[in-house]
């Protein structure tokens, strides 16, 4: 089922997207970042921390970057520094730490060797990549995929991996098809990642390694004894997205939280460092076949649904436009949505539809993410798992690619493994009762939901018109408030510090062994 919406409309919103994200891209391309520098060096397979628990990258890094800036890179400085310590990174990493290296930008033969000792080293790094989606093709393969869409989202997250993994093995044989292991609160701010096993995080669980090493494999034990395999999300967002990118990849995770713009507005993170980090980010998950999944959905949480609705239609444009240019293919755009509407709007189950519709229509090859009601859950329990039901009809009605599984107590308590059997019951119901509904449902062309689609688009593409007159573009618009009622300057936010404009000098073997510059 779609909306017969006017191709050349949507051409030019696609177009007006590409103008409004062109520049963004160009910005992306002339800097760099100490998350990028780090992500390198963990492609490259540098690991581990000290014993405060500070990794290595960061050590490595703020060395390089004390000693001859962060413009040039680290790989050209630290692949020449290496010939003196037998190619050993990590005992490089610890004596720079302790300050027994200095660092300087090698030139002419030098430098070539550097670079050609950099790529080996990425190369490798990258590799690990393609195994890990080869690995998981054939996992596919043998034991079989889900047997229907929408996928079946659910998320677990005590803060112990350990406790995590038995509540994520039991979601799977209830019949979720992604597990989704919520980060812990405060972690995006965190300019490293935490190493090893964790047990002790905060209303979710932190992001790190082995605990995607740990719940994958978990998975796949399920995933055997299902006969279908069970895909795994988490978080690459905040101060380390491209760094827990490459992990994930190499870990072989399935879906990833990679949203544009939502670290900007949500978590105050310059806007700069988030593009720069995110178009890096972007072409691992390509590189690695990950799924994207994206935040339109958080705009709806501060801003009204109805009013703001153009908005989510106008960022999942320009989500589209930065991932494609990264890499990503249309069925790795798990472009987010949400039903948001106050339900005591007028027609707001029709109003719904019509946005449900609009997203998919644009998008037809993308598995659409559809997230569940969360602002106008109130406390009442049988009005929540009954707005629930709505929300998982209109998902089956408008075949939705990803759905979220609702919580009939979201904003009363942290849901019980009870309350997540109850959420996966009724997605089951209203699942099997819908079949395939959307097959007989056809809204009149010239009705309400089909004259709020339309209206909807226009008013995106009259934004996407406004952020291209602003002087600086995009960037005028984040610091307005435009999305989410968020006013995130260029200049400020956190992590600004850690933005380096490169130099003519600058090299990095991952960005181009990823753009197809160079072979690993």
Known sequence: MRLDLDPATIARARNLAA????????????????????????????????????????????AVRADIGLEHGVALPVWHALAGYDNDLARLAEEAAAGQVSFRLPEGADADLAAKRSREAVGAGIARLDASRIARDRMISEIGDAP?????????????????IPQAQAAA?????????????????????????????????????????LMR?????????????????NYASGLCMPEIAALAGMERLDMMLNDSMYGILFRDINPVRTFVDQRLSRQIHARAGIIINTGEDNYLTTADAVEAAHTVTTSQLLNEYFAKEAGLEDWQLGL???????????????????????AKTIFPDAPLKWMPPTRHMTGDIFKGYLLDGFFNLAGAMTDQG????????????????????????????????????GEDFHPAPDGFIANRAREVLGESIDLLGKIIDEPNGLLDAIADGTFGLMKRPADAGKGL????????????????????????
């Open 336 to 358: 987010g949505h949400a039903f948001e509407i106050n339900p005591d709007v007028p027609d707001s189950f029709r109003l719904e539809l019509a946005h449900a519709l609009l």
């Open 217 to 233: 494999a978990a998975l796949d034990e399920t995933s055997r004894e299902l006969g279908r395999y069970v895909r795994l999300t």
């Open 19 to 62: 103008r409004a994200g062109e520049p963004i891209v160009e910005m992306a391309k002339r800097h760099t970042t100490v998350a990028v520098e780090r992500a390198t060096l963990r492609l490259a397979g540098l690991g581990g921390a000290d014993p405060d628990g500070t990794p290595w990258v960061n050590h490595l890094v703020d």
């Open 402 to 437: 990803i759905l979220l599984v609702g919580m009939m107590t979201e904003a009363v308590v942290t849901p019980w493994i009870s309350d997540r059997d109850l959420a996966l019951q009724n997605v089951r119901y209203v699942m099997d009762a819908a079949g395939r509904l």
């Open 148 to 164: 229907r869409k929408p996928w079946i989202y659910l998320i677990v997250a005590t803060g112990d991996i350990y406790e995590d």
């Open 497 to 520: 510090e850690g933005v380096a404009e490169k130099s003519e000098a600058y090299y990095n073997p991952a960005s181009s062994i990823l753009e197809g510059e160079e072979e690993e």
């Open 173 to 213: 044989r209830e019949g979720a098809d992604i597990i989704a292991v919520i980060r812990s609160t405060g972690q995006s701010l965190l300019d490293y990642v935490p190493e090893g096993a964790t047990r002790e995080g905060f209303a979710g669980t932190y992001a790190t390694q082995e605990n995607f090493r």
